[in-house]
């Protein structure tokens, strides 16, 4: 049985899904395919992690053999900065559902509250964060533009839901004066050297979910050759963490994931391996005591991965 949130659009969101974040092309169908017949229901997919398609292939072969029905999958996809556009919303959601081989999104995510300049899809895509391959230029789009754009997706029926992405508690505060559909979900990276508790009580007060990527904190950055994920010490081989496993008989990844799933926040891990995937999904039966909570927040450093500036991209959003 899948766990699951119910959003303030009405409509229920699994607990634990299966990250899109870097799974590569040529093995993202089968990887997709494997998820779903492992029961993983929530697909997080974005423009930004160019493997739309293959996704889709992979949720097509899923429904083809019968192991379930569009109904029974909740696929999640995100705007990127380039199409902020009042104009550009709507036919790059289009472009984004046709990549994908169906008709709508449960959620649509605005994945970062950066308006970039409009780069044409026949020129470069996804475009990334640069105009020409090199210079980050700035679009004119403010959030209120791209936000009534994205309303109109629920109007269309393009998005039963839609979320936001990155953002801090001062500028959901600044769109809540506004917006007509409340955002359903926030996703932020979250783990225990970023609890972030102040934000997420902020959203769960406002009857906004949620969501944690980047679980296991410097992990998913190592491949990126980040320094700064280089210089923390890894979660999943931290003491606290591994004593608290060993105790509950779980895997470090494990509670991790319940260290959120446990407080109302959903998680959206990815595994390459079928053990993996099974266990990543085994984080909502059972329960840390208060005390293990507590210790694990207590690990919060404040250390954010996920920062544009780690990148080399001058686009300063967490200062």
């Known amino acids: 049985m899948t766990v699951t949130v119910k959003l303030n659009s009405g409509h229920e969101m699994p607990l634990v899904g299966f990250g899109l974040w870097k799974v590569n092309n040529d093995t993202c169908a089968d990887q997709v395919y494997n998820a779903i017949k492992s029961g993983y229901r929530l697909l997080d997919g974005a423009c930004d992690y160019g493997n739309e398609s293959e996704s889709g292939q992979g949720v097509a072969r899923a429904i083809k053999e019968g192991i379930v029905k569009r109904s029974d999958l909740f696929i999640v996809s995100k705007l990127w900065n380039s199409f902020h556009d009042q104009e550009r919303v709507g036919p790059i959601c289009k472009k984004q559902l046709e990549d994908w081989g169906i008709d709508y999104f449960d959620l649509y995510i605005v994945h970062f509250p950066i ?15 640069t105009y020409d391959g090199d210079k980050v230029v700035p679009g004119k789009a403010t959030i209120q533009e791209t936000w009534t754009a994205m309303e109109a997706l629920v109007d269309e029926g393009l998005a039963k839901s839609i979320g936001i992405s990155n953002f801090n508690g001062q500028l959901i505060l600044d769109l ?19 609890t972030q508790e102040g934000l997420v009580k902020l959203a769960q007060d406002h009857g906004i979910a949620v969501t944690a990527y980047s679980s296991f904190g410097p992990q998913s950055f190592l491949e990126l050759d980040m320094q700064q994920a280089k210089d923390a010490p890894l979660l999943l081989e931290h003491t606290t963490i591994k004593h608290i496993a060993d105790k509950r008989g779980k895997s470090p990844a494990q509670v991790l994931l319940r260290w959120a799933t446990q407080r109302g926040v959903a998680v959206i891990p990815k595994s390459n391996n079928q053990g993996r995937l099974a266990q990543n999904l085994d984080v909502t039966g059972w329960d840390l005591d208060d005390a293990e909570v507590t210790e ?8 954010r991965f996920n920062d544009p500036l780690h990148y080399g991209v001058a686009l300063p959003i967490y200062v």
């Open 115 to 129: 308006s970039l300049k409009y780069v044409d899809p026949s020129v470069r895509y996804p475009p990334g964060f």
């Open 176 to 194: 809540l004066r506004y917006a007509k559909v409340v955002p359903a979900t926030l996703q932020i990276e979250h783990h225990p050297y970023l």
């Open 296 to 303: 694990i927040s207590g690990l919060n450093k404040g250390l």
